[in-house]
């Protein structure tokens, strides 16, 4: 990487090389303008970046800028050319709104830019520089001849910015050029000094007088270049360029005056240049005096401004106006500004995780709607391995509120499976898991909005002492609650009958619901399908549904009838339970420790974790969402018309052969989670309903008619870990 | 969980609940044995934990277990049964070698004990109490009656134990039944007191002087049972219980004496319950004189031993020898003793760790080798978001040697997706990516050997200015070094042609090479094959194979002979460089933003990195290792006969499908990472060739042929990232 330099600033104590020694008056030596300093503020890099990243993404096209600047205020400074946030077009592309803003400010004279931002440092290093100066200048030439200048003298300073923004590290390189056309000899300096050795006492009030009021003008206050006529009884005016014409007859005295940015005694600075070139262009003038603007706190300075005469000549080539006429105006070394140390670290850590999504954007998704992504709430129903892996798959996608659920502490054989913990957290009898991984999140991402929630999610066949009663109602509420202020729910615990709850809940408010299960080298990712339409609570009748196709009970018929209005198929997709011909139960108990444990092989989780996010963002970005049919992968890759693919129902993958299938399974009418029966029974019932179903399981399977079912099928027997081909029945393709 | 209290001592102080009051004679009233207490040390249940863990898996079988005792010490504490390490059988099954060590050891007379470890704990409450105690009771019935407990009078004090060993919590259920043979109607007490007053003072004399001899003797000071016998001149002798058949003619005084646990002044200690079973059975005794052997600072104690006298009735139940007779002894309740407190948390990280595993080996997968897993040396050539993934799931398959391979820092777009990673580690410019690894890994589990090391990886297209020349050989060296110096080598980074170098010295050095890819929704993870067999320095010739079949050049036909033999089909696999038809070139230059980082989908890192960990698993548990052919998924889940299923070679998947396949590809002659030719000549010209191929990127193509078979087809382009039908013809299934 090329060593850069950072910007000098020269000063009365700091000359330029070249620069003339101050005396007053030198005649016969060659005028030297002191190049533009120039400034871009970390405002004006910080919208560059999200322009570049949100907006622009690859097109390298030049964007249009606007630098600000005012007449040197102070003796010791020049007044840079500067650039900010506004220089820049806003998000939506428009470059008026905030330049609204700043007009009228008359520290803030605009002057138009243009700026080359490349996509890589290459680029940046290899652009033509001599080619960009030339049409730059040839703009300016062009504007002199055909008089556009005359109306907006601004034209006479554009500027020229190249620049390459590293924005994962912060860091912009970048290289300014103030194109001057250029004489074929240059002009020489007859004499230059101190405006208020120039003109009398009563001259140098009417000036003052005069200078402050166009200075002070809303509409005039920011134009650079002007007249000042001064006649011969001290009066004093300032007029616009295009007003040249009818002062010629006057014979009064005239010079050419600009806001000059430069500080030194006998110098002017370099607007001045173009202004000669204008001068002469168009007037033909060839002997100029001009008057170098600057002022001290808010007000015309004469004696810090400056009266000089130049002497000009015609060059030749300006005469064939299709010729485009030699410029210089580029700095002398590239500057690389690197603003990573003094932002917020917290902000900058924000703007960096965005990253790799922006940039996901340039190319390989242009559609990635990162605004659902970084408001969707997410719960997390479990805080085991894939609880952690998923919240960290949510993250890195741009998802940033994210709420944990469990019950259990951290314990010693978990921080080599469970990504958000570490050996620390399961000391002194380990923290609360939903505690632990929240802070964790925090450490990783200091903007994410994560919750952990301590809460036991009461279970199908794990009986409540009646004493207990009003704890699992509370802990029912307490989830309906969680459940129905968030948008997505995960299901990540590691028993069958945990997630029968939460899936009710979710299927009753219609929430997108995610479950990953895992097998010893198996795992299982399913999205949940819709639940029945909103049931109107004056609709009464019977609690259940039957196994038969010939249902015509009245209240089920009605919700089934609604449920089937979001689907195109006229089924509903089916949810974890709906391949299930038992009602959950108590598999907890009696289990063998290498049941208790997950026992898996290691690879499973980070898998089915991570398909279970690429779901979900598949489920946000497709059209009719939780509604989405289910699709099948194709053979032929690339097959979607989606960016983001396909978006499958169902998941299942095999460590053992290293293989992974999608299915569709629908809903079924027996479902002890999602079906009609049970759901319309939850909000008839409520809570009694759910204790009822906790207590007794088989509630669950006469309500749904899976007693009749498992009767008459009883040597089936399924469970959601077995191989992948006891859903085959199931599949549909 | 029911709640379970700990012990109760009983002492002088806080006496048994039905105790009698120590009173010296108290003629009539029922003898009450003082129940043994009992501990199982800490050692105990960590050979238990590791026995259960490591060997007996799923057994439930009865464990023979050896328990440990002697005579009282102490009047304020009884003493207990111990249960120490040295009580289990060790790894190997074998009790008699640990228990060698501990014969001899007065203090330790063993006793026969049998331990019932259940696998959950609803077992362990309700296992059949009484029908266990039944069983034990009969054993003593039957060995009195055999007259094995003649030869071995400790088979009287059998014990009992059951457990249930949570090893994730580190927690121990266990109960302790002392079986005793049940009396119809209780013994009654004539008299009790302290031995110093029954014995004058020679008797005293000579029973002291015989008592120490029998307890400090190598082969009778672990007999808790034996016959004091004391002649009218006050001699006294200690006698094994078969010695009492002669003894019965003397007509001397004869006691029956006993280790007694017991510290309470009236009350004999449990032992002596089975004891007098034992004589009323074996020789029809009814009036009975015991002695309690108690001693202080290893010597008798008189003051505190006792003499007593009992009544006892022969039970009619006891005629019938196959009857079982009846018993009582458990103790009130059961224990629960939690050992994760006392613990070192390094240990119990350590332990806790490898249980996830270990539980792995009870059911699902017996064969795993943990051995080789811990001591394997895993060396991740890239600590991004492939790298920390792999590191993560590497130590959850017990992999504890691990080096990490980056010269970058971590920035602030990092820890959103590269999991080692958090927010602190990017202050102050970053921390170095393979030390802030290497620290997070131990973070995550103290006992691993991980380390960091910063080097940048020599690139073909990245040509070397000469000064750097050294610095660079420098780093290949230290490369060389590495890759040398461990077993596997993971292939991680972000570009194709830094994974060129190490692929070549992984080649050539045999190494496993496993390669990680991702494109923006797709991976590809594979194995190299096997390198060319080693080569011998003394074979010179031609530099270079060319793309056409009939080579029959000396030594590259040796080479390639020799590299055919570890494979059974004739033909070596192919490494990540086979597939491609240009040499690697620099491919970071001029590369756009979001072409740098990593713009993938966040998914697709934690799949790749999964399947390369469960592939090494693979690898490292197949018989051939390295040389394993290439398998295919087959469509028959489960088909493969190895308990970890297939090895495939290849393994590409899309997340855009959520489909994965497997293939295979062979080596290619004309690759530039592991042909014969490059890797002969790298032995040839060893850095001076890498300087070569580093510096100008033709020169490998040269050299394998590939520029011909370039010309040869020019509308042929292929890079790693894209779709997979692209591999298509390369595939074999």
Known sequence: MPKIPSATTYSPANPPPSSSSPTSSIDGQILRFIPFQSSADEGFWRRLSSLKLDTLGLDQSPIPITGFYAPCSHPQVPNPLKLMAESLPDDAGEQSTSLQSVN????????????????????????????????????????????????????????????????????????????????????????????????????????????????????????????????SNAHVTIQPLKAWEPLQHGGEKLLFGFYDPCNLPSNPGWPLRNFLAFICLKWKIEKIQFFCFRERRGLIDLDFSLVGEALIAFPQGWKDTHRVPKAVGWDLKPKLINLSASMDPTRLAVSAADLNLKLMRWRALPSLN?????????????????????????????????????????????????????????????????????????????AVEAVGVELEIPMPGHPVPAKETNNVIKDCEHL???????????????????????????????????????????????????????????????????????????????????????DHKGQRLGCYFCNDVVAPIDSTSNRTLDQQCTVTRPGAAPIASSLAVEMLVGILHHPEGINAPGEISSSIIGSSDRPLGILPHQIRGSLSQ??????????????????????????????????????QPAYLEDLTGLTELIISAKSFSLDWDEDADDLAANVDD
């Open 104 to 231: 009228g400010n008359r520290n803030r004279c605009p002057l138009p830019g243009i700026l080359y931002n490349t996509n890589t440092l290459e680029s940046f290093h290899s652009l033509d520089k001599n080619a960009l100066l030339k049409a730059e200048a040839k703009k300016i030439y062009d504007d002199i001849i055909s008089g556009k200048a005359d109306d907006d003298c601004t034209v006479l300073s554009r500027f020229l910015l190249i620049s390459f923004a590293d924005l994962k590290k912060w860091t912009f390189y970048h290289w300014f050029a103030f194109p001057a056309l250029s004489f074929d000899s240059p002009a020489t300096l007859i004499s230059i000094q101190s405006a208020s050795k120039t003109f009398n006492l009563e001259e140098a009030k009417y000036l003052t007088k005069a200078c402050n009021e166009w200075r002070n003008s809303d509409t005039r206050g920011g134009v650079p270049f002007f007249l000042v006529r001064i006649t």
């Open 370 to 446: 990162m605004n659902i992504l970084s408001s969707v709430t997410c719960l997390l129903v479990g805080a085991g391995t894939l609880g952690c892996q998923v919240a960290r798959m949510l993250m890195a996608w741009g998802v940033r509120r994210i709420t944990f659920l469990d019950s259990g502490r951290v314990s010693m054989s978990n921080p080599v499976r469970q990504s958000l913990y570490t050996f620390e957290d399961c000391l002194n009898g380990g923290e609360l898991k939903a505690v632990a991984a929240a802070k964790s999140l925090k450490r990783i991402f200091p």
């Open 480 to 566: 309906q609650n969680l459940i129905s202020s968030h948008d997505v729910i995960f299901l990540l615990t590691d028993t069958r009958e945990s997630r029968w709850l939460p899936t009710l809940l979710c299927t009753n408010e219609n929430k997108v619901a995610i479950t990953a299960a895992l097998g010893f080298d198996s795992y299982l990712v399913m999205r949940h399908g819709a639940g029945p339409a909103q049931f109107s609570s004056d609709m009464h009748g019977s609690t259940c549904s039957s196994a038969t196709d010939d249902d015509t009970n009245g209240i089920v018929s009605q919700i089934h009838k609604l449920s089937m209005e979001g």
């Open 658 to 695: 290293f293989s992974q299938m999608t299915l569709v399974g629908y809903s079924s009418k027996c479902c002890t989670a999602c079906s009609d029966a049970v759901v319309s029974e939850y909000r008839r019932k409520g809570m009694e309903f759910v204790l009822q179903a906790i207590t």
